[in-house]
């Protein structure tokens, strides 16, 4: 069973950076793919990142390539979003999810497991 709980979530000036964190409680992290998505207020969910179970394969949307780093521990049961020089459009509830097939969340912006959601807003 795959349970996500994410963290890092905050508020901060444009320019700025936050580290989200997703941990998995249960015993198989290390057989999913992961990945970060997004709704901003008044908006649909949107793919933001995702990676391999290995980490071998990383994948982003156009708006976040080069600001932000998707990255993953697998002896920790934890994946990461380094968010660097933040905008105010960056304002959204990010969501982590897992799926055993990385690209059902890179391409088809879906995936079999997700968490309850972390708050990020960022002022101009």
């Known amino acids: 069973q795959v349970q996500l709980v994410e963290s890092g979530g905050g508020l901060v000036q444009a320019g700025y950076s936050l580290r989200l964190s997703c941990t998995d409680s249960?015993?198989?992290?290390?057989?999913?793919?992961m990945g970060w998505f997004r709704q901003p207020p008044g908006k649909e969910r949107e793919f933001v990142a995702a990676?391999?179970?290995?980490?071998?394969?990383?994948y982003y949307a156009d708006s976040v390539k080069g600001r932000f780093t998707i990255s993953r521990d697998n002896a920790k049961n934890t994946a990461y979003l380094q968010m660097n020089s933040l905008k105010p459009e960056d304002t959204a509830v990010y969501y982590c999810?897992?799926?055993?097939?990385?690209?059902?969340?890179?391409?088809?912006?879906?995936?079999?497991?997700w968490g309850q959601g972390t708050q990020v807003a960022v002022s101009s």
């Open positions: 249960g015993t198989t992290f290390s057989k999913y793919g």
């Open positions: 999810a897992a799926d055993g097939v990385v690209m059902t969340m890179a391409l088809y912006h879906s995936a079999e497991y």
């Open positions: 990676i391999s179970w290995n980490a071998d394969n990383t």
